[in-house]
T-cell receptor, first 116, second 115 residues
Framework: DGGITQSPKYLFRKEGQNVTLSCEQN?????MYWYRQDPGQGLRLIYY???????QKGDIAEGYSVSREKKESFPLTVTSAQKNPTAFYLC???????????????FGQGTRLTVV | AQSVSQHNHHVILSEAASLELGCNYS??????LFWYVQYPGQHLQLLLK??????LVKGIKGFEAEFIKSKFSFNLRKPSVQWSDTAEYFC?????????????FGRGTSLIVHP
């Protein structure tokens, strides 16, 4: 089945530690995204990538880092510099194009990160 | 940059009531419009989408949305809700051309339907 796989589903981190969230897609999508979901704030864009070896900061990139070494993979690292990392993290992907070829985003199941 | 505004953050209805969730966007060019739904414990999934043509689009589970270009709106409707419609609903927009195609989401509307 085609789709997006995020792991782990739940993650606990001690303050001061970096953690990496995994996101893999087999949809052959060029674009991948990381969003953070907090109650009442919707989805806020952290980073996005539209091509391998290139990525751009979103609205709330501070304290996060990403890489895009393969088309299928877009891991997110939550660093110790992120002041309030406890949240639900969503990875998404979409095809790129213009007009009707620009399709909707497909989402993974999410990772719930808790700092303890 | 585009932005999306959802007017209702929390909606509580009884079964069989009608539903309308407001969504307005700001962007100067042509956009694609989406409504996503997140059922409790499940991942976000597409409810319906508008690219072009008939501004009234129909989605899954009896939902529909109407694109009104002059009002920059894409409101979601359902004539009669069910308990199983309890979920969080997100409106989203991405530019059609000349932009970066990044989906921008509204803050979401939490819908609770009482049986």
């Amino acid at each position: 089945d085609g789709g997006i796989t995020q792991s782990p589903k739940y993650l606990f981190r001690k303050e001061g530690q970096n953690v990496t969230l995994s996101c893999e897609q087999n949809l052959n999508h060029d674009a991948m995204y990381w969003y953070r979901q907090d109650p009442g704030q919707g989805l806020r864009l952290i980073y996005y990538s539209q091509i391998v070896n290139d990525f751009q900061k979103g609205d709330i990139a501070e304290g996060y880092s990403v890489s895009r070494e393969k088309k299928e993979s877009f891991p997110l690292t939550v660093t110790s510099a992120q002041k309030n990392p406890t949240a639900f993290y969503l990875c998404a992907s979409s095809a790129l194009g213009q007009g009707e070829a620009n399709t909707e985003a497909f989402f993974g199941q999410g990772t719930r990160l808790t700092v303890v | 940059a585009q932005s999306v505004s959802q007017h209702n953050h929390h909606v509580i209805l009884s079964e069989a009531a009608s539903l309308e969730l407001g969504c307005n966007y700001s962007y100067g060019g042509t956009v694609n419009l989406f409504w996503y739904v997140q059922y409790p414990g499940q991942h976000l999934q597409l409810l319906l989408k508008y690219f072009s043509g008939d501004p009234l689009v129909k989605g899954i589970k009896g939902f529909e949305a109407e694109f009104i270009k002059s009002k920059f709106s894409f409101n979601l409707r359902k004539p009669s809700v069910q308990w199983s419609d309890t979920a969080e609903y997100f409106c989203a927009v991405n530019p059609r051309a000349g932009g970066s195609y990044i989906p921008t989401f509204g803050r979401g509307t939490s819908l609770i339907v009482h049986p």
